[in-house]
């Protein structure tokens, strides 16, 4: 089935977690919320959750609940029921929860996230799913009320991309994790690259050495530190290499203005500490707006096509 992409879904996490009615801290702004008692399916396990997102965590206790979207359905589906947010974790006011859509490796719970155990039993017809993320610049009917994007769950759209797609076999069944084999800067190949989890951000252990290709990109201050800024009227091309193919980004996705003025703009690949040992790149919508990406569980791999309609 297929529906609006609005916020809510994470290939960087497993947990699926929804924010508890009696929710007390730093959950003022989510108006939507979950009340156990409202359901005769819920279970309380009694157990704790606690699963980290960047700067931040989110807590609460652990249930079983039946979990459908559209026509999708898993029982005693374990999850979290969140009454803490602290101030590093950041969602907007229209997310109630997140459905984590990574390996089972990754959750906090250590129980097979909702997606795998549809994809285990063949619910799908076909053992995967696929996103479009739209670029909202300048798209009145983008948001929370509009189209911003599509989840394509256990098939693919052939109105959504065209041509064939190109498979990467994961390098574990962690993160939607694989080999990123250079980045290219104004059409110089660069010797960065390693393990890259396809997800929602972006992040490099090696960023100088990317903007060392572009003399013009220099280190930001204030809010801007540890990003790098350039003139947005010589403004770089970046393309990333997997395997022998070079995807490039178009230049509104990778390259931001800092203020109205339009003179100086930020770069899109810059450092974060959410990095590991076993991820180098966080590869995201920066790079996912540009291609129809498919997440597939057997054979374990990441495809990737060109979009049909490209704006």
């Given amino acids: 089935m297929r529906w609006s992409l609005i916020q809510g879904f994470f290939r960087g996490s497993s947990d699926l977690w929804v924010i508890h009615n009696q929710c007390t801290i730093g959950c ?17 396990s009694s157990l704790a959750f606690d ?5 931040g965590r989110v807590t609460g206790t652990q249930g079983r609940e039946t979990v459908t979207m559209v026509n999708f359905t898993v029982t005693n589906q374990t999850f979290g029921v969140v ?7 950041i969602f907007g006011p229209e997310v109630s929860g997140l459905m984590g859509l990574a390996w089972s490796q990754l959750a906090t719970t250590g129980v097979r996230p909702w997606w795998y155990v549809l994809a285990s039993q063949n619910s799908f017809s076909q ?6 993320l739209a670029r909202l610049d300048n798209d009145t009917n ?15 759209d052939s109105n959504t991309y065209t041509g064939t797609i190109t498979y990467y076999n994961l390098i574990s069944e962690t993160y939607w994790l694989i080999t990123l084999n250079a980045v290219v800067i104004n059409g110089k190949s660069t010797s960065v690259g390693g393990p890259a989890a396809i997800d929602s951000f972006w992040t490099d252990c090696a960023v100088a050495q990317v903007y060392s290709t572009f003399p013009q990109a220099q280190l ?8 790098y800024v350039y003139p947005c009227a010589s403004a770089p091309t970046v393309s990333l290499t997997f395997g022998t193919e070079t995807y490039p980004i178009n230049p509104v996705d990778f390259s931001r203005p800092v203020d109205t003025t ?10 974060e500490d959410s990095a590991g040992q076993t991820v180098e790149w966080v590869v995201g919508d920066t790079f996912m ?6 997440f597939r569980s057997n054979p374990a791999s990441v495809g990737f096509s060109q979009l049909k309609n490209s704006k």
């Fill in 28 to 44: 003022d702004d989510f108006p939507a919320r979950y009340d156990p008692t409202k359901l005769s399916t819920y279970k309380n």
């Fill in 51 to 55: 699963a980290p997102y960047g700067g």
């Fill in 83 to 89: 009454d803490t947010l602290t101030s590093g974790v």
């Fill in 127 to 132: 053992p995967l799913f696929a996103f479009h």
């Fill in 142 to 156: 983008a948001g929370p009320t509009g189209l911003g994007g599509t989840l394509d769950l256990g098939f693919l």
């Fill in 220 to 227: 930001g201050t204030g809010d801007l530190a540890g990003r």
């Fill in 262 to 271: 339009g003179k100086t703009c930020v770069g899109a690949i810059s450092p």
């Fill in 289 to 294: 707006k540009n291609y129809y990406t498919i």
